[in-house]
């Protein structure tokens, strides 16, 4: 049976208005155009679907039986461009996240004031380390990742948002603390922690010492910036962390930045997703925030330097 949509459209108007005239009209149609299609559909059905009583036209029992067709169809359908409509909205979609441990700091702010502006969007944050990450970009299984350098294998748009400068941390006894351009040959007698394999900041401090010429002693290795930050504060070593991830501690007289020569190292965050992924509405708009945010932030810091 080939029976189209329009077809259901004009013929729904027709019986809705009981002329052919009148539907014509509402649909911007000539009258023949109506009746054609009309007689299309009787002759998919294989019956009548209108009898002429006097003036007057009616709906034949088959009539009556496309009828309740054809609004069942046009309700099924307004209900699905609903939905698309939703998915297309920012407002009510759903927006997966993964962000490096070391950005956390930064995207938690972030979120809270997204999630402000956006209160229906439906938000899922995954922590995690670099390697970690990568794998969600791999697996599609995250529309926005917020990381450091974005690998070069994987087809991926990336756009640097912020610098991440890492830095050694001390507790406020050690006694390069307060010392100026410390040489870097220092950092050899020094024992450090050490993230986990897999993480950004532990390769870009591995490849940091190694391009240095310098192999610091490593105590214990651990998985996160937090465990890293109490473990240098209660005098286990010494740490290389983000420089973002430290500003409470060190605020608060609990870390010491270092001043060591060569330092800090420069790593930078992208914004970053599938190349020819079409992003939703929610992860466009979060993709902005993020790239604003940053802007912001970054001005803030600049006029803050200027003023001290
Ligand atoms: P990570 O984060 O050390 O937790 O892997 C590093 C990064 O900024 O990519």
């Given at each position: 049976m080939?029976?189209?949509?329009?077809?259901?459209?004009?013929?729904?108007?027709?019986?809705?208005?009981?002329?052919?005239?009148?539907?014509?009209?509402?649909?911007?149609?000539?009258?023949?155009?109506?009746?054609?299609?009309?007689?299309?559909?009787?002759?998919?059905?294989?019956?009548?679907?209108?009898?002429?009583?006097?003036?007057?036209?009616?709906?034949?029992?088959?009539?009556?039986?496309?009828?309740?067709?054809?609004?069942?169809?046009?309700?099924?359908?307004?209900?699905?461009?609903?939905?698309?409509e939703?998915?297309?909205?920012?407002?009510?979609?759903?927006?997966?996240?993964?962000?490096?441990?070391?950005?956390?700091?930064?995207?938690?702010?972030?979120?809270?004031?997204f999630?402000?502006?956006?209160?229906?969007?439906?938000?899922?944050?995954?922590?995690?380390?670099?390697?970690?990450?990568?794998?969600?970009?791999?697996?599609?299984?995250?529309?926005?990742?917020?990381?450091?350098?974005?690998?070069?294998?994987?087809?991926?748009?990336?756009?640097?948002?912020?610098?991440?400068?890492?830095?050694?941390?001390?507790?406020?006894?050690?006694?390069?603390?307060?010392?100026?351009?410390?040489?870097?040959?220092?950092?050899?007698?020094?024992?450090?922690?050490?993230?986990?394999?897999?993480?950004?900041?532990?390769?870009?401090?591995?490849?940091?010492?190694?391009?240095?010429?310098?192999?610091?002693?490593?105590?214990?290795?651990?998985?996160?910036?937090?465990?890293?930050?109490?473990?240098?504060?209660?005098?286990?070593?010494?740490?290389?962390?983000?420089?973002?991830?430290?500003?409470?501690?060190?605020?608060?007289?609990?870390?010491?930045?270092?001043?060591?020569?060569?330092?800090?190292?420069?790593?930078?965050?992208?914004?970053?997703?599938r190349q020819?992924?079409?992003?939703?509405?929610?992860?466009?708009?979060?993709?902005?925030?993020?790239?604003?945010e940053?802007?912001?932030?970054t001005?803030?810091?600049?006029?803050?330097?200027?003023?001290?």
């Amino acid at each position: 049976m080939h029976l189209t949509f329009r077809q259901l459209q004009v013929f729904e108007c027709v019986a809705r208005q009981r002329s052919f005239t009148r539907a014509a009209r509402e649909l911007h149609l000539s009258q023949p155009a109506v009746s054609m299609q009309v007689k299309q559909l009787e002759n998919a059905v294989g019956l009548p679907l209108f009898e002429q009583l006097g003036k007057q036209i009616h709906l034949t029992d088959a009539g009556e039986v496309v009828l309740g067709l054809s609004r069942r169809v046009d309700g099924e359908l307004r209900e699905a461009m609903e939905a698309i409509e939703a998915l297309k909205g920012v407002e009510s979609g759903r927006l997966r996240i993964a962000v490096a441990t070391t950005v956390n700091y930064f995207a938690a702010r972030l979120l809270s004031r997204f999630c402000s502006q956006y209160p229906r969007v439906r938000v899922s944050l995954d922590v995690t380390n670099r390697q970690a990450v990568l794998h969600r970009l791999e697996e599609n299984s995250a529309d926005i990742v917020l990381m450091g350098q974005p690998p070069a294998g994987l087809d991926v748009e990336a756009e640097h948002f912020m610098d991440n400068p890492l830095v050694v941390i001390a507790p406020p006894n050690h006694s390069l603390v307060g010392r100026r351009r410390v040489p870097l040959a220092a950092l050899a007698q020094e024992t450090f922690l050490i993230r986990e394999p897999g993480s950004g900041t532990r390769s870009a401090m591995e490849r940091f010492f190694a391009e240095k010429g310098i192999t610091p002693r490593i105590s214990v290795e651990m998985t996160s910036n937090e465990a890293i930050k109490q473990s240098v504060e209660a005098g286990l070593g010494l740490g290389v962390v983000s420089k973002h991830t430290v500003e409470l501690e060190c605020g608060a007289g609990r870390l010491e930045v270092l001043d060591i020569k060569s330092f800090p190292i420069r790593r930078k965050w992208f914004v970053v997703h599938r190349q020819g992924k079409r992003l939703s509405s929610a992860a466009t708009a979060f993709r902005e925030f993020v790239l604003n945010e940053a802007k912001q932030v970054t001005r803030r810091g600049k006029s803050r330097k200027r003023h001290h």
